[in-house]
Structures are given as C-alpha cells and as structure tokens.
C-alpha cells in the first residue's frame, strides 16, 4: 500500500513539475516577445499614462483567499508590463538609469533563479569568488596597485556613500564600534551644495546630523570650490568641531560636475580627513581611455562609490564601495554572529565576506555586471561610453545652435545636458517682470503633454535660484545622432504654444 502511494505522490509531483515548467516557458516567451525587445523601440510608448484609478480598475491589486489561473496570470503580466515605465525605450531619458542590456538581463534571471545570498562561501561559492574578483578590477580601474584594498556591493549608491562615514568614522575612532557616538567629538563632515542629498541623509541615519554635514559653495561650472572647503572646516575647527571627511563628487547627480579632486586631497592630507569620492554616476568614465580624465585624483581616495547601473548600463540595482583600506570594512561591521560565521569550519573563512556589510541576506547584484564585462570585455564598455559622451556632445552643440534652446551649462562635463526650452511666445521677453516664473511653468507643462503622449521622458529641476530648466540624461549607447535631434523636435513640437 505504502508503495502505491509513493507512486501517487511521484505522479502527482511530475504532473504538477510539468505545469510549472509549462507556466515558466510562456512566461519567458512572454517576456522576451512583449516586454524584453518589443518595447524597447522607436515605435512603441516610452510610458502608457493612466490613473491611479485606471490602474486600479485594469490591474487586480489585491491578493485573494483562491488562486487565479496561469493565463489569467500571463494576462496579469502584460498589464504589468503595459502599466510600467518602459525605461530600456531609447527614448526614456529620464534618469541616471536606463536601457537593456541582454546579458545584464539574462544574468538578473539566472541570478533569480539560482536564488542566493551572498554572505557565506558555502551558499554562494561562485558569487563570493566573483565579487572578489570584479572588485578588484573596479578598483584596479580607479588605480589603487594592484587592486589593493576592499569592497562590497550596496543597495544602490546612498548605502555606498553611508558606508564612506562609517568607515571614515571607525578609521579615525574605533570605538564608536561599542561606545557609539558618545566616545567621539562632534564630527563634521563637508560636501558640496551639488552633491547626492544621501551624504545628508546618512549622517543623519548615523547620528551625525544635518547641522553637521557641512554643503560646501558650487562653482559656475557645478564644481566643488576648493576656497570655500577649505574655509568651512577652519570655521568648523574653530567652532571646536572635529572634521573627519570629505565627499567629493565625479558626476553629480543634475550638473554632472565633477569635484577637483587633486587640490580636495591637498586639503584632506594637510587637514587628517577621509577623502570619499561618490562617482556613482561617473564612475564608468573610468573604463574609457579618452574620458577618464575627468576623475584624475580618483586614485588619491580613501574610497569610491561607483554604480555600474548607471553609466555602464547594467540592470538595477548594481551599486559599490570600494576602499584602498583592506580591514576597514570588516573591523567597522562585523558582528561575528555564531549561526552564520563560524571560525572552526573546514574551509578558509576569510571566504565568508557578510560580516562587512550591514545587511545580512544579500543579492548577487555581482552576476549581471560580470556577465555583461565576460560578455562585451572592457573594450565593450569603452566604446559603450565613448558613444554616450559623443551623443551627449552632439546634443550639447545641436541645442546651443538652436533657437528657443538655451543650456545652463555652456559645455557639460558628463552626459546629463541641463537646458530650458524657450516658447515662441516668451522670446524676447526676457526684462519682464514675470519672464522667470513663465519660464518656471514651461518644464512641467512640456513633461505633462509627452507623458500624456508617450514619445519621451526626460525630467525637469529648479536649482538653487534657476527656474525649472530640463536634465536630458545619455546613458543608452543604442541611440544615435538622429535620436538628438528627436528629443529637440520633440521637445519644440510639445512646447510650441
Ligand atoms: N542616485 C539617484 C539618481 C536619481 C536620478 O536618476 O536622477
């Protein structure tokens, strides 16, 4: 009886092992015909609008005491797709982020499917070895000899930055370790007005504060001024203040500036300060021979955030830290829990990275980037980059030559282009008392009506005293000369009234 029953069973689990097998093969199709390439052209929408309501009223959102079946399933999986933001569409332009790369995304799903997390080498032996490896190239590519150092990867480029005060604070007072905050001076750390709001937020989540996190003076180009930091941390000293870091930045986040690094480091040695440099976003420049010259002094670092999510266009989230430090991390966070790390297993348990993140369970965020480098190899992303700061230039020049366009920066370091568009019916009227906030109006007028329509997405920001001016960002080396001169039409054809 007992066998018979065992033989139910292995029946029953085949027939059930076939309907998944079936489910996931039309969901892959699925994915690849509809979602994957079909949206990822000229013709299709970048952004189907609809209402919180009419997304309500298409999508059922809520979960169900009984279960629905696979086609009503793979029906619910296009209205997804449908619904969502099309950002691998040429035309999404948006954000710092963009684009599908076919192994980048290939490697995301067998990352899914392999369903690890990366904190002991015995759950994620290839992950763990990949991750060293790939960071030590990261870091080879910011010049530290040899690759020499340490690294993780983060949950997006903040936690990166969050990381720099951690370690700069343990560096310069190990024993906030167990004292906390209380075993220190009042620290004070400085960035520039232009830098990424997380340093600002980390310093709060770490019990710094805002009042402590000093936003050092912008020059005209969005740089960092040297002057300015200098002068705030003697006032800082002055005002019996300790000051331990500086966050500069090699691609800010609207301007894509990029902070003199050479004289920053002259002032972090002559004052005893933690240069971190968040190259989130510029951080792929490095990989380019022609444009990584733009973070000269990267090398001079304590240490790096650098997302190749972003100008290297692997998929979300793939985020680092990097730091020519090779026990910080580690002496910073590790917390030794005995389930997970334990000393007398029998392999090297140097293999066991975990303890030098905050987080416990963790992504393979490694596979995608990896892949996409075994995939491409380093000349790949190169001319990948090269192609996104010609575009970016192209642009620069087609704008600046163009009536009713007008740049906020002259010539752009990176490849985010800030520039306000000027209807026929404002021209000329620039000594009016109103002129600005007109001006102010036009941006998110022009975003309202090509979202409504879906032919492109490109966001808009006021920046200090400049009204609302657009931030156009190249980061998809899938467009070319003719797509510039789209997004400019374009822009014209929904701003010409
Ligand atoms: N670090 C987030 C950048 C956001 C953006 O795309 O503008």
């Known amino acids: ?11 029953q689990s085949i027939a059930e092992r076939s309907k998944h097998e079936d489910f996931l093969r039309r969901a892959a199709d699925l994915l690849v015909e509809r979602v994957v390439f079909a949206r990822a052209n000229r013709t299709s929408k970048v ?6 309501d009419e997304i309500k009223k298409a999508i059922d959102l809520q979960p169900r005491d009984s279960p629905v079946t696979h086609e009503e399933l793979l029906k619910i999986m296009a ?3 449908r619904y969502s933001v099309n950002t691998a569409h040429p035309y999404f332009v948006n954000q710092l982020f963009s684009a599908v790369d076919p192994y980048g995304l290939v490697a995301q799903w067998l990352t899914d499917a392999l ?6 080498f015995e759950v994620a032996p ?8 790939v960071l030590r190239e990261m870091r080879k590519f910011v010049g530290w000899s040899n690759g020499d150092g340490d690294g993780i990867f983060c949950p997006g480029g903040s936690i990166a930055n969050g990381y720099a005060i951690s370690c700069a604070r343990f560096f310069f007072y190990p024993e906030t370790k167990s004292k906390g905050v209380y075993a220190v001076p009042k620290l004070t750390l400085f960035t520039s007005e232009l830098a990424h709001y997380s340093t600002k937020k980390l310093a709060t989540f770490m019990g710094i504060g805002t009042d402590n996190c000093k936003l050092v003076k912008a020059d005209a180009l969005g740089k960092m001024d040297v002057q300015d930091l200098e002068s705030k941390i003697i006032d800082a000293i002055e005002d019996g203040a300790t000051p331990f870091l500086v966050t500069a930045t ?3 986040t609207v301007y894509g500036a990029f902070d003199p690094l050479r004289p920053i480091s002259a002032l972090c040695k002559k004052y005893n300060l933690w240069l971190h440099v968040d190259a989130a976003w510029g951080g792929g420049a490095l990989m380019s021979r022609k444009h990584r010259h733009l973070l000269n002094g990267i090398e001079l670092a304590d240490s790096v955030t650098w997302n190749p999510h972003k100008l290297l266009a692997a998929p979300q989230q793939c985020s680092t830290f990097l730091t020519r430090h090779p026990r910080v991390l580690t002496s910073a966070h590790s917390a030794e829990a ?8 029998f392999y090297d348990t140097e293999y066991d990275t975990g303890d030098k993140h905050i987080q416990c369970g963790r992504r393979a965020d490694v596979l995608k980037f990896w892949f996409m480098w075994k995939a491409k190899g380093t000349d790949g992303f190169e001319k990948h980059i090269d192609r996104l700061f010609d575009n970016a230039q192209f642009f620069t020049s087609h704008i600046k030559h163009r009536e009713g366009f007008k740049l906020v920066i002259e010539k752009p370091e990176c490849t985010n282009i800030m520039f306000w568009y000027v209807p026929t019916s404002l021209r000329g009227c620039e000594s009016e008392p109103d002129y600005k906030e007109r001006l102010h109006k036009v941006a998110p007028k022009i975003k309202e009506r090509m979202i409504k329509e879906g032919s492109m997405m490109v966001t808009y920001q006021p920046q200090g005293d400049l ?21 400019a039409n374009e822009i014209e054809r929904l701003g010409k009234d």
């Open 115 to 120: 369903n690890p997390s990366v904190y002991t």
């Open 467 to 487: 009204v609302n001016f657009f931030r156009i960002v190249f980061q998809n080396s899938a467009l070319d000369h003719k797509d510039m001169v789209y997004f």
């Open 126 to 133: 290839v992950f763990t070895l990949m991750e060293e490896e």
């Open 79 to 81: 209205d997804v797709a």
């Open 47 to 52: 952004v189907e609008w609809a209402t919180p």
């Open 1 to 11: 009886v007992e066998t018979k029953e065992r033989e139910q069973e292995m029946y």
């Open 338 to 345: 005995q389930y997970l790390f334990q000393k007398d297993k």
């Open 250 to 252: 090699a691609g800010t």
